[in-house]
């Protein structure tokens, strides 16, 4: 890293002391109640060494690349960019290294601006961030391909630490999906990253990201958006693998008339535990979110979802939503959903919904007397109520996405 | 052979004897009416007969075909040609009529060995039943019993009844909630599927549909037994003089 960024070196070394500052939450620690980090040890994990390109192949992919995509793979240390070269007035996807050394006048505006809580996590990212990626959209262009990141965990034992800033720019567009795997499902690696959104004036952004770690991974995430006004963001998150962790996703309604649908799905089987806390923030007038997550909890697996909604004083005419579900598949299973109102404008509507529910019996005793085994008949009532979430989508990418990595997941789920 | 033959049965919920020793048997190509007021056990029998797992037999048999089913799996039942059309429907949120239908008709279908049902086969058939049953065709895209009326969710079962064409059928108060037209197309449906080799068992209310589907015999549960039986007389006494008549008898008799 002899020739990075004066940009990024000045940040690293704020970044650094300010970790060895830090301690690990604890269950007394706001929003860590509900996840144990009592066995992780930062010092076990090491930095990411060089990655291996043929790596890639060997790492199961949630999503696979749509016609035409725009791609960066990161292979622990190793950036491979698709090899269009940047140029100045035009849609960037670019690492992010070399962004700030090219286009410092594009990143530093942006990066370190959405995301400023100062946990370990989000110093350890800031200290230690491989390459990253940067998109940038500039004013009234599109991105008339989607861009796909993906971001692969080879080494075990080893921390990777990612980093992704998105710009748009007033009116721009763009489908940018990431992904998250490891190679070797018996690795026990920590993945911490940070997602930065800017959606500009006016913006329209489709953001999709899922992770599918090996189940004995770490995963720790700080993703936060912000929306200008009459801007729009279409966040997918899907949550398949890792053994423990939290994931932060949150959306902020900067400008009137933004708007914000975000839908999550995650799936946990043995032991594993998932954590999604959401904020939706609305703090302009005329704004509009609409959060909708799903789990499916087989085993004794865990999850917990935590869902804010924050209207700030002045955001008249707020609309928000939030709901999350959760299927138990064994009695072992458990799920916590926490929704969580803070208001403090007076003409808005926020509703919310949270449900933890095992498999209805009569349903199972219905679909029996028309002659499905039960194994069969569990699948498709589980298979429909993951299917009430992909229906949020039309027929499209996203519906076909979700609904083969869902199904495919179903399998590791269910064990069969 | 009697067909479907429930022998001394005795069935409890809960803790609750529900069915007291009920003796009934339909023969093929027999259309038997259950009566009996609310609460008298009807729904009951039916769920038994299928093998709703939380109904426990204490007592008796369910023999169908010359087998005992009393412990059968569900879909087993099922697949051996039993059908229950349900009082209450069940919904089955984001699952589709045509997902359903094909995953139900492809597991009977791979039950036998056979290959799964190529799209056209599948369309056609529906096609025919939803014709029969006066299904609009939207309704494939549709949640199952998802925000379905009532009638809605009636036809859907004699909808399915007719895909599954079944040896055995019992209609749980198929008839109930209907409009006119409505219960036309459930009696049309059920006349469709009946034939010599078919036992229909139709628990009922009300004589209107008894009218459609013209039953050879009549039994009334009342209090977990078979109390009446005879033939479709029996139904128009019911319905000039209600069941206080019948109370009184047992009462006497138990006396
Ligand atoms: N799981 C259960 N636990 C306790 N009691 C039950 C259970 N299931 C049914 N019962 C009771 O058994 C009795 C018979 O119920 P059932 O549903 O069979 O009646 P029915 O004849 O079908 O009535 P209706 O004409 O109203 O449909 C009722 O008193 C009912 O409350
Ligand atoms: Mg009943």
Not at chain 1, 77 to 86: F, M, N, S, W
Not at chain 1, 132 to 158: E, H, K, M, W
Not at chain 1, 386 to 408: C, D, K, N, W, Y
Not at chain 2, 201 to 211: A, E, G, K, N, P
Request: proline share 5%; hydrophobic share 40%.
């Amino acid at each position: 890293m002899a020739t990075e960024a004066p940009l990024l070196a000045t940040r690293r070394k704020r970044a650094t002391a300010l970790a060895s500052s830090l301690t690990l939450p604890d269950a007394r620690t706001p929003g860590w109640e509900f996840t144990d980090v009592k066995g992780l040890d930062l010092a076990n994990f090491g930095p990411s060494p060089d990655g291996q390109a043929s790596m890639r192949e060997r790492a199961t992919a949630i999503f696979e690349p749509q016609d035409g995509a725009r791609q960066i793979d990161q292979i622990d240390g190793l950036t491979v960019t698709d090899g269009v070269q940047p140029t100045p007035g035009q849609p960037l996807v670019m690492s992010l290294a070399k962004a700030a050394e090219l286009f410092p006048e594009l990143v530093e505006p942006h990066l370190g601006s959405i995301v400023a809580s100062e946990d370990v996590f989000v110093a350890n990212n800031e200290a230690a961030f491989t390459a990253g990626a940067f998109i940038y959209v500039p004013r009234n262009q599109s991105l008339d391909v989607p861009v796909l990141l993906t971001v692969i965990q080879a080494a075990t034992a080893a921390a990777l630490n990612w980093r992704l800033l998105i710009v748009l720019e007033e009116g721009a567009q763009a489908e940018v999906w990431e992904q998250y795997l490891s190679v070797d499902p018996e690795s026990a690696g920590l993945f911490n990253t940070i997602v930065e959104i800017v959606v500009g004036p006016g913006a329209n952004l489709r953001y999709v990201c899922g992770q599918s770690l090996s189940e004995k991974s770490w995963i720790f995430g700080t993703q936060r958006a912000e929306v200008q006004r009459d801007g729009n963001l279409d966040w997918v998150a899907l949550g398949l693998g890792s053994a423990g962790g939290k994931v932060r996703m949150e959306t902020k309604l900067a400008g009137a008339g933004s708007s914000a649908k975000v839908t999550g799905a995650y799936t946990g089987h043995g032991r594993q535990h998932l954590d999604f806390d959401t904020t939706q923030e609305h703090a302009a007038p005329n704004t509009v979110s609409d959060l909708a997550f799903r789990g499916l909890l087989n085993e004794r697996s865990t999850a917990v979802w935590r869902g804010m909604i924050r209207v700030e004083p002045g955001a008249q005419q707020t609309d928000a939503f939030q709901e999350c579900r959760n299927l138990l598949l064994s009695k072992r299973a458990h799920a916590d959903s926490i929704p969580g109102l803070e208001i403090e404008a007076n003409d808005v509507r926020c509703t919310h919904a949270a449900a933890i529910a095992q498999i209805d019996p009569e349903q199972l005793f219905y679909l029996a007397s028309r002659g499905l085994p039960e194994a069969m008949a569990k699948r498709l009532v589980i298979e429909g109520f993951l299917q009430e979430l992909v229906e949020r989508f039309p027929e499209g990418p996203i519906h076909a996405a979700l609904s083969t990595a869902l199904e495919r997941q179903l399998n590791t789920v269910l064990g069969v | 052979m009697p067909h479907l033959e429930i022998r001394n049965l005795h069935v409890r919920a809960d803790e609750k004897e529900i069915l007291r020793g009920v003796d009934l048997t339909v023969g093929k190509g027999e259309i038997h009416a259950l009566m009996g007021p609310n609460g008298s056990g009807k729904s009951t029998l039916a769920n038994v007969i299928m093998g709703h797992p939380g109904l426990d037999v204490t007592e008796g048999q369910i023999i169908f075909e010359g087998q005992d089913i009393t412990e059968a799996a569900v879909d087993e039942r099922a697949r051996m040609g039993l059908f229950m059309a349900f009082q209450y429907p069940v919904a089955i949120p984001g699952v589709t009529v045509t997902k359903y239908l094909r995953t139900v008709m492809n597991a009977h279908r791979i039950a036998r060995g056979e290959a799964e049902i190529s799209l056209k086969d599948f369309r056609q058939t529906v096609e025919a039943a939803m014709a029969l049953t006066d299904v609009p065709r939207e309704f494939s895209t549709r949640y199952l019993n998802d925000g379905f009326s009532g009638g809605e969710k009636k036809r859907m079962e004699i909808l399915q009844m007719a895909l599954q064409k079944p040896s055995m059928a019992i209609l749980d108060e198929t008839d109930s909630g209907l409009d006119i037209d409505a219960l036309q197309v459930v009696a049309n449906g059920v006349n469709h599927v009946a034939g010599p080799e078919m036992g229909i068992l139709i628990i009922t209310h009300y004589q209107r549909i008894l009218h459609l589907v013209e039953p050879g015999f009549v039994h009334v549960l009342y209090q977990g037994r078979i109390v009446k039986q005879g033939g479709p007389e029996l139904v128009t006494l019911l319905e000039e003089k209600g069941y206080g008549w019948i109370k009184d008898e047992v009462e006497a008799a138990a006396a």
